[in-house]
């Protein structure tokens, strides 16, 4: 096997796990093909392997080692070309060394400083406490898509509630850890204790909606924000959208969070391209 044909195997590998997690994103890469814009692809397996670290490993000694070694990576990336397949892939693309070092070292910085952050007090301090990690990573992917010039808020704010959804959706596995997805008032408002999470029940039910609406809320501000979205970040919240929207309206919304499955159809296939022509108005 020759070297790229093992580079594009390994890169494939992180794409696949990427896809595992938002399989939707198979509708925008009709449009955002792999063999042309290679880095787009990359740069999204490099953001979940950043993401699984930071959120999916429970021992934070175990996820800052994982974190240090990205930094490692990251900040001689551009002077060795990378180790890891992601990275070489995007420093193989010229954007990649024309944007500042502290770019790429922001995210994984961000991640390491809130591993071991405990329970918000409330849906604010939530939202506070994902910003700087997904704030970082959501400038990283404007820069690349659209330009260091174009603005990330909107991006940033998809990013921190799509991550906050997810964890609801996690619910019942986190229900052990420091940090549970629901926030401490949220908790109190509706007479639920930790050991309570993992049960269905009346108030369970209500919390998890209550959480629903703010997020839903939150992600109506998040339109009036500034800057644009990649076509991964468009369908991703696209689909995070319908996704609470469905579950606000369950008796039971967690099955409904948990039961998430990729619909497609010529909606998502309509819509994908309609994301897809307007990041190429705005990229130029």
């Not at 990359?42 to 000694?61: D, M, S, T």
Request: with cysteine; glycine share 6%.
């Amino acid at each position: 096997m020759s070297d790229i044909a093992a580079s594009t195997g390994a890169l494939q590998s992180y794409v696949d796990k990427w896809l595992a997690i938002q399989p939707y994103q198979r509708m925008a890469l009709v449009f955002v093909d792999p063999r042309r814009y290679p880095g787009h692809i990359a740069l999204a397996g490099l953001e979940q392997e950043l993401l699984a670290a930071a959120y999916g490993i429970r021992e934070p000694q175990v996820a800052a080692t994982k974190l240090h070694w990205w930094a490692d990576e990251l900040a001689g990336a551009a002077v060795s070309g990378g180790r890891h397949p992601l990275t070489q892939r995007l420093f193989a693309d010229d954007r990649a060394r024309a944007m500042p070092i502290t770019g790429w070292l922001a995210p994984v910085r961000a991640a390491t400083a809130q591993l071991e952050e405990g329970t918000a007090t409330d849906f604010s301090a939530q939202l506070a406490a994902a910003a700087p990690l997904h704030d970082a990573l959501a400038a990283l992917e404007t820069a690349w898509w659209f330009g260091s010039q174009a603005p990330s808020q909107r991006a940033a704010r998809c990013a921190v509630l799509g991550h906050l959804l997810h964890t609801l959706r996690r619910l019942q596995d986190d229900a052990g850890r420091d940090r549970l997805p629901l926030p401490m008032a949220c908790l109190a408002r509706y007479g639920l204790s930790r050991r309570e999470l993992d049960q269905p029940g009346v108030a369970r039910n209500q919390a998890i909606k209550a959480q629903l609406a703010d997020l839903n809320a939150a992600w109506r501000e998040a339109a009036c924000l500034p800057g644009p979205l990649s076509v991964f970040r468009a369908m991703e919240s696209r689909h995070h959208i319908a996704l609470l929207r469905r579950a606000e309206k369950a008796a039971d919304p967690l099955a409904i969070l948990q039961a998430d499955s990729s619909r497609g159809g010529i909606g998502d296939s309509f819509a994908a391209w309609r994301m897809a022509r307007d990041w190429r108005r705005l990229a130029g």
